[in-house]
């Protein structure tokens, strides 16, 4: 039995089928054919009308702000912070920006020797200091920190290296001292590497306020007892990057010798993994202890001054471009082949530089060179600063002399120099003197509003992290991988000085500019003792050890 609604379905069925197999009349095809058409117009002239109104707004604002010509990058800097914060769309994995109501549009200007845009970017962005969130320098010992006793057993220490590769060894070196129980010796500087200085440690350094500050933790002497002068000693080259149980074990020499001789004194404790206790007393040694000598603090807190006249803000740019570090590295791109052989040849005949054969390409694609004084104007500019900006300049003598620093000169006139600030009378005792000038550097640097290295060598990484524990001041720290991959699409005419590389530029470097961090650990994959080297140094970011976190306000126990 079939029902009624089953019928009428199936009758209905038949119905449509009916309509659905007739053809369309000629005329029922020229209506439909001119319906479409009317449609067609009808959104042309919608979607037209839209456009032209677009391109009238463009063109307008374009008239009030140059910047609108990159509108679809849109940056966002916080009321409380002068960091950029970024913010990760949904749908790409590229970082936008907003900017608040109070900057609504980032402002470009010609400068005056250039004919490229460049970011005028607000005061507060370029100078200010990151937020701290009430973190603030902790060196104090703990409650359970024993001193050491000072015992009859000593340790003399060989420093190598330049200036700030000593001080780090040295502050090592009390370290170790406190964990073998010894009495250290005032250490004996370098006097043979590439720099030929003669400057002894009371030279360069306060020597009894050393002695004074640290009597707390270990005892050090000036100089060996005379009984001791022809005792047998332990001559050793500590394993660099040691812990605590290695030097444990080193204590075992005293049951033969009262008196260990160190030879090195570079990298011989390790970054991390050590006890509290110990890594503050490494930074009570460099920050409270190691104090520069009177005559050095005294210029060098004369030039800071001088500096600040002239003009309030600057920046220290410590300019990695010598001829010792040019040749080490292997690094002669934009050189001559004159040049690039000189430095291949110093190279070879210096002995303790391990590696001999360098693929200098292959160095400055990987980010191992320093910038040249032209790719460090590009990239300041860049950054948004002004051609108007006072730089110092913390080097010693530019391989290349004078043509090279107009590269960074055409960017930025405002250059100063030691020479510049002080008189010939002031410098005369520092003459022929490399440590000592490069203190007077280490102090105009640390004092800094901003301080930008071309290089991440020793000074670089000892400036940065003192500027961390006097409340993360602003370090910038070049990108040079990513850098040379921008400079090069400029020298082949694949991207241009102004907005576009600004923007590139400032991207790059949202997160390297002193920000509050943990110290980075070991990069993933290298096994062995290669990890530590990959390690970020403890003097460059001793964070948390010597840096807490607290509510209360900022309060120092750093005494400059």
């Keep these: 039995m079939v029902s009624k609604r089953g019928f009428s379905h199936t009758r209905n069925s038949s119905s449509i089928a009916k309509i659905l197999s007739r053809k369309p009349s000629p005329c029922t095809n020229l209506v439909y054919i001119s319906l479409l058409v009317a449609l067609s117009v009808f959104i042309f002239v919608l979607y037209y009308s839209d456009v032209i109104l677009e391109s009238d707004q463009k063109h307008f604002s374009s008239q009030e702000s140059l910047s609108d010509s990159l509108s679809q990058y849109q940056y966002q800097v916080p009321d409380s912070q002068s960091q950029y914060q970024y913010q990760v769309p949904d749908s790409q994995s590229q970082y936008q920006y907003q900017v608040p109501d109070s900057q609504s549009q980032y402002q470009y200007q010609v400068p005056d020797s250039q004919s490229q845009f460049q970011y005028q970017v607000p005061d507060e962005q370029l100078w ?52 073998m129980n010894a009495t250290l010796v005032i250490p004996q500087l370098d006097k043979r590497s590439f720099w030929q200085d003669s400057s002894t440690f009371s030279d360069i350094f306060d020597d009894r306020h050393f002695i004074e500050t640290l009597q707390g933790d270990v005892r050090i002497v000036k100089q060996l007892p005379k009984e001791l002068d022809s005792a047998p000693r332990a001559r050793k080259h500590f394993t660099s990057w040691s812990g605590l149980g290695y030097y444990k074990d080193m204590m075992q020499l005293w049951d033969n010798y009262q008196v260990i001789h160190v030879a090195k004194s570079d990298s011989r404790l390790a970054n991390n993994g050590l006890p509290l206790d110990v890594q503050r007393l490494r930074c009570r040694a460099l920050y409270n202890a190691l104090h520069f000598s009177l005559p050095i603090e005294s210029l060098g807190k004369k030039l800071v001054e001088r500096l600040r006249s002239r003009g309030g803000r600057y920046i220290a740019l410590h300019l990695r471009y010598e001829k010792d570090m040019l040749s080490f590295t292997g690094c002669t791109y934009g050189l001559t082949d004159a040049e690039s052989e000189e430095l291949r040849i110093m190279r070879e005949k210096t002995n303790h530089w391990k590696v001999k054969d360098i693929n200098s390409t292959e ?125 090069d699409k400029l020298e082949s005419n694949r991207l241009s000085e102004g907005e576009p590389l600004s923007y590139l530029v400032q991207q790059m470097h949202v997160s390297r500019q002193g920000a509050p961090r943990k110290r980075r650990g070991p990069m993933p994959g290298v096994k062995g003792r290669a990890r530590f080297g990959t390690e970020e140094s403890f003097y460059e970011n001793p964070y948390p050890e010597c840096i807490c976190g607290s509510v209360r306000q900022f309060k120092s126990d750093i005494k400059l």
């Excluded at 603030?136 to 024993?146: F, R």
């Excluded at 057993?153 to 070196?173: A, E, F, K």
């Excluded at 071309?454 to 850098?483: C, F, Q, W």
Aim: proline share 5%.
């Design 363 to 487: 160095q400055r694609i990987g980010g191992f060179c320093p910038l040249t004084p032209k790719e460090v104007g590009i990239f300041i500019q860049a950054l948004g600063y002004p051609p108007s900006t006072t730089i110092y300049v913390a080097a010693g003598e530019i391989y290349g002399g004078e043509a090279r620093l107009l590269e960074l000169k055409s960017y930025f006139p405002n250059l100063v120099f030691k020479d510049t600030l002080a008189t010939e009378e002031e410098l005369k005792a520092f003459l022929n003197h490399a440590s000592q000038t490069a203190a007077l550097d280490y102090i105009i640097s640390r004092e800094s509003d901003v301080f930008i290295p071309s290089y991440s060598g020793n000074m670089a990484r000892v400036v940065e992290g003192h500027r961390r524990v006097l409340g993360h001041r602003k370090t910038i720290t070049p990108d040079r991988k990513g850098l040379v991959k921008l400079f």
């Design 128 to 179: 200010d200091v990151s937020k701290i969130y009430g973190l603030h320098p902790c060196v104090k010992p703990t409650s359970k920190y024993k001193a050491a006793q000072g015992s009859d057993h000593y340790i003399t220490v060989r420093c190598n290296g330049g200036l700030n590769q000593m001080r780090t060894g040295i502050s090592d070196m009390v370290a170790v001292a406190y964990i």
